[in-house]
């Protein structure tokens, strides 16, 4: 050894002197015009030799020594040493060497892991930090993914880690992945897993050496034992499996379920059928209720995003998310967290959960109240005894608040059919108003700026020149082209959807065969609605003048994504989804989180825009209400033949036919009266009872013709 080096502790692992390979990075604190080298010992201990160049020579002693501010690293395949130091007296250094030979690889292995501080505790740690290759799935590795790590290699407690520079940027449960021998020493991970946002099916540990391989192979064999289902994991938290406290859990998905499992001991906590008809999911990606009659409801909240994309995107959850809304059991939380199923019998509605086994009769409920949110929703539900507050994403306290209606309105007798009928037709008016003309004012509230209802009656004025201009550029750029869309099909759709919709009600009676007074009526309904067309050619009329006022960069707009935004499981709309313009609000919304969009005006676009806008707000202040008083009193006459004659049918028929029927026109006159209470959709304020509200105040206020009575 050396004389520079003095007195070391430990076993010698590694000596620059010796591999004239070490190259100098980048230092601090050190001599400029001397030459620095480097001694690594097991227990554990660093020192630089500083040759101090014109001055004196200075050891500089890291002892011991510890990860992360001793890294000692070995890249490119396990090939080469990197060494990032920080030692006393504020110096640093970072030195690399070239590839080493087999017999410095074979040495460093000497380090058993000991910088690491737990190193003791493990059951498993690489030597030092080696080299791994990460294995990306198919299109998710794109430039910004790391093609190689440094990191220690650990296994403890049940779970394979990546630990670099005092951070776990990646671990597996160990009973979650598998391993096979690779080349000399390395291994080949499968498993998928998080890296920065990153999915990946596994990755290559460069073990250093063959005696290391052996030794991580038997340490993760006797871990794991047994078959062995791989899937990608992340770390979550769940609640209701016993206990109040919210439990860590690893959730991992495969193709064929979703399983929890503690992290610790790898027992399964429960396991989530994917193919499952009866399994039933409600929430969002960051935090979802799933159910099953085997594990009951659990609440799952899960820290990673885009884990949560990827549960959002498997076809087998998105499923289970489609049949919740419409099937009667509906997984939600109580106000206190805890995570319930709603079912619905004729004797009642049941909430189960853990710990909670309550039945509450219909004609006990003396109010039920739904206070609509923007990401998360409360129905208050009560009675003499009971004060429920049940929270769920928005669409699903709306069926849920549909199903107490529709459940409570069932209770009714055959008799009550004909008014239940009736009172439909009246709140029919509420439907028509908002399902053909509320995406117009929902357009009128994001040009504002995302006013309440009291604001709809405020014009919109031309802002400044600059990012606010910008922004109600495109939003009405946008909103107009979906507004077109809309307006297509009311006329083309709507017609024959209230015609599918009555022929539901009488279908237990007719045995699914459609009457024929239903067909004849198809084509008064479509004379009926053909009024909504001025407004169409309104919206193209300003669609066109505006693209002459203003050069926006289409490409530059924000763009509509009907698959939802918010990553809403089951998000589809309760009713008729043709009719909901997510479109508006999303394009108000891309700029409301800081997406500044540039609109080029020119001076002589001025007259131009005011033009535009002056048009604008006749159409919604003027023009919608007149044209909203006269389909609804087009539609009303023949709705209310429909109505008349669906009692008829209902009558008429034998009494085993009548319980269908009657439960077909309780929901039919919930779904009505429950989804004027709530918004169209997310990111929109406005219920939809509110802009029928104003649409039917503003027509009376528009100046219409006095005609002399006679």
Known sequence: MPVAWGSVRGRVVFDSTHHHLLVERQSSGFSWTGTRSLLLTDHPAVYVHDTGGLGNPVVTTLDPAADPDA?????????????????????????TTGELPPQALAALTGLRGRLMPDAAATDFVSPCAISITPRYEAGTGDDDAPAELAAYVVITGGRLQLRSRGRIPLEWPVNRVTATPVGPSAVELRG????????????????????????????????????????????????????????????????????????????????????????????????????????????????SEVFGRRLHSNAGLRAAAERTLGSGVLPAELADGRPVACAFAPDGMRVKGDGVNVRIPYERITAVEGRPGPSRAELRLTTERTDLRVVAQPELVQALHTEVRAWSNACAGAAQVPAMLRAAVGLEEDYLLYTVFGPFYELHAALLGDIGADGLSRPVELPEAGDERARVAAVLQVGL??????????????????????????????????PDWLKAG?????????????????????????SRVMDLDPDALPKVGYAGAALSLGAAALLNPVFAVSGISQAYS??????????????????????????????????????????TENVFAPRWESARRIGQEIAAAPPPARLPALRAVARRLAVLDVMRRYPGGAGVRLRRGEIADHLRAARESVRTPRFLDF
């Open 71 to 95: 890294t000692i690293e070995l890249v490119d395949g396990s090939t080469r040493l990197l060494a990032d130091l920080r030692l006393p007296d504020g110096r640093s250094i970072e030195l």
């Open 522 to 546: 198809e084509p008064r309904l479509r004379a009926a609605l053909a009024p909504a067309q001025r407004a169409a050619a309104e919206t193209g009329a300003l669609a066109a003048q505006l």
């Open 590 to 631: 891309s700029h409301a989180q800081g997406e500044q969009r540039k609109a080029q005006v020119t001076a002589q676009s001025e007259r131009g825009w005011a033009v535009v806008l002056d048009r604008w707000n006749a159409l919604v202040g003027a023009t919608l209400p007149v044209l909203a008083y006269v389909v």
């Open 481 to 514: 082209h979906e507004l077109q869309a809309h307006l297509d099909q009311v006329a083309t759709v709507l017609p024959a959807f209230l015609r599918h919709r009555d022929a539901l009600l009488v279908a237990a009676i007719t045995g699914g065969v459609e």
């Open 192 to 303: 998928g897993a998080l890296l920065g946002g990153h999915f990946l099916t596994g990755a290559t540990l460069h073990l250093v050496t063959p005696q290391v391989r052996t030794a991580f192979l038997t340490v993760i064999g006797a871990a794991g034992p047994g078959t062995r289902t791989v899937g990608t994991s992340a770390p979550v938290s769940l609640r209701g499996l016993g206990g109040t406290d919210a439990v860590r859990a690893d959730c991992v998905l495969s193709e064929a379920a979703l399983e929890f499992q503690a992290p610790d001991d790898q027992r399964v906590l429960a396991r989530f059928d994917l193919g499952d008809r009866q399994l039933r999911i409600a929430g969002t990606a960051e935090r979802f209720v799933v159910f099953s009659p085997a594990y009951g409801a659990v609440t799952v909240e899960c820290a």
